[in-house]
């Protein structure tokens, strides 16, 4: 597997395959063929990857100084896949200077094979190499994704502390504003714990309704984003309800805390303190 | 009724505010009977306001006692309670909430009382009637005149049926004819309800409508003596 530039496109992921090999996986194919045997300049592409590229079925595409034909184009469902390409083994390993090197070694078993014997022998008798059972797996034993995830997960946690800073701030200050208004109704007779509960139940109502207009702009920025074509060969927005509660929890506790210490502090003024308030 | 009945004793009451750099009541000691309306009146800053709100239990005194309707305030376990249900306060500046209409104004000390929905919408539109703003119930506080929001503070004291009503200056901020609707509106209520009004006033042709006036000079009760006649108020104006 290599990945570099092609066209406008920073990672464009090549996959080298011994074109023999490919009736195991059986790829799609939208258009065109597969690659010959013998063949070095050929290419298939992804239908992403034609499409940002631009590029049919006999139209070439220059990649590592080198010329390759388009002799088909196919559509496997997975965005990395779909993203890239699939050239000769023997030419990828040419321009990467890996020859006789591999990434993947996909080994199908008979029926009835007990996997996990099969798995723990190539692993012992193999101790370089990392068995997977599935591609998801990948993302496990590649320290390059497990960078990725760990990148990921700080920038998200960054992400939810400046945006998650701004939503208690709003809230700190709407509900100090109101600090007067609290001590009125605490004037003609509101028990403390009343004003509280109308502050919470208020700014529950709020952050549901900014939840639900927040998810609903989550959604169409993220859709904007893979107008681009790097992004799109790249990353697929995952829109499970996993996402959504963990979006609406944290905002609500968010706006929770921003709106208890301001209200607490409020009705433990006396009422005329509070309704004297600037 | 007991016009003999002390409902609001006040004993030596001493306030003082920013740390002890301020005292606002020095010593101050009132004692107001069942149904009596009385004034309470002197120069600014002699601590009338303040002793109101001690009164309404909007704050508590540094020493000294408060005893309304038997009750020592200091002991009260829910003052929330009080405040809802035994006094009505109508402030100098109404104190309306802006963004609730005339109705929903006079609705909230009625939510302490539990009473439903439509109990509470009924009575706060009987409560506007009686103060001649019926037709204004779902009109905002910022569409009324002074007089007609000060009327809907009025309305709003007296939605839980208080026994006693506190007004601080309730025609400081209106001109002479609102402000005379607003007193007259005041003694009303007090002689169809047989309420007792304690009024805080610093002027002394408001203060003449009442049974009683009180003067009131750096923080202490100097005269609780009765309504003088017109050569006495002479000799009064005289002295502050």
Not at chain 1, 13 to 23: K, R, S, T
Not at chain 1, 69 to 89: A, C, F, H, K, Q
């Amino acid at each position: 597997m290599a990945v570099s530039r092609l066209g406008s496109n920073p990672y464009f992921i090549q996959l080298g395959i011994d074109p023999g090999d490919l009736q195991y996986f059986q790829v799609p194919l939208l258009a065109g063929r597969h690659l010959a045997a013998g063949a070095l300049n050929e290419i298939l592409l992804g239908r992403e990857a034609a499409s940002q590229l631009d590029k049919k079925v006999g139209d070439t595409v220059e990649l590592k100084d080198r010329t390759f034909t388009v002799v088909g184009i196919y559509r496997t469902g997975n965005t990395y896949e779909d993203g890239g390409g699939m050239l000769p083994l023997a030419t990828v390993q040419e321009y990467e200077r890996k020859q006789g090197l591999m990434t993947l070694i996909y080994i199908k078993a008979k029926p009835g094979t007990d996997l996990d014997a099969l798995t723990a022998r190539i692993e012992q008798d193999h101790p370089e190499l990392a068995t997977l059972r599935t591609l998801s797996d990948y993302a496990d034993v590649d320290q390059g994704l497990q960078l990725m995830d760990a990148a990921n997960l700080a920038i998200s946690f960054l992400a939810v502390f400046i945006g998650g800073i701004g939503v208690m701030n709003t809230m700190v200050m709407s509900v100090m504003e109101r600090t007067r208004e609290f001590g009125i109704l605490r004037a003609v007779g509101w028990r403390p714990r009343r004003v509280l509960q109308m502050v919470l139940g208020e700014s529950i109502l709020l952050c549901l309704v900014g939840a639900v207009i927040g998810s609903i702009l989550a959604v169409v920025f993220t859709r904007l984003i893979l107008i681009f074509p790097v992004v799109r060969s790249f990353l697929e927005p995952q829109y499970t309800p996993e996402v959504f509660i963990r979006g609406l929890a944290v905002g609500v506790a968010v706006a929770l805390l921003g709106a208890l210490y301001p209200a607490i502090r409020a009705v433990r003024l006396s009422p005329i303190q509070a309704i004297r308030y600037e | 009724m007991n016009r003999n009945r002390i409902v609001i004793d006040v004993q030596d009451i001493v306030k003082t505010y920013e740390k002890g750099r301020i005292h606002a009541l020095t010593g101050a000691t009132l004692e107001v009977r069942e149904g009596e309306f009385v004034a309470i009146t002197g120069p600014s800053g002699c601590g009338k306001s303040t002793l109101l709100h001690l009164i309404a239990a909007l704050d508590r005194p540094d020493s000294g006692r408060i005893v309304v309707n038997g009750v020592d305030l200091a002991q009260m376990r829910d003052l929330s309670l009080y405040r809802s249900h035994q006094v009505g306060l109508v402030f100098q500046l109404h104190n309306l909430l802006p963004t609730l209409s005339a109705s929903a104004n006079v609705q909230l000390p009625m939510y302490e009382a539990e009473l439903s929905f439509w109990q509470r919408r009924t009575k706060s539109q009987r409560l506007l009637e009686a103060v001649g703003l019926g037709k204004r119930a779902n009109t905002p506080p910022a569409k009324l005149s002074g007089g007609e929001r000060q009327r809907v503070a009025i309305a709003r004291a007296l939605a839980n049926d208080p026994p006693i009503l506190l007004a601080d200056e309730p025609t400081g901020n209106l001109d002479s004819k609102a402000g005379q609707m607003v007193l007259d509106l005041l003694r009303s209520i007090r002689e169809e309800r047989g309420v007792t009004l304690v009024l805080v006033t610093h002027d002394l042709q408001i203060a003449t409508a009442a049974e009683r006036i009180v003067r009131m000079l750096d923080g202490r009760v100097v005269d609780e003596g009765v309504t003088p006649p017109a050569a006495a108020w002479e000799a009064v104006e005289g002295e502050t």
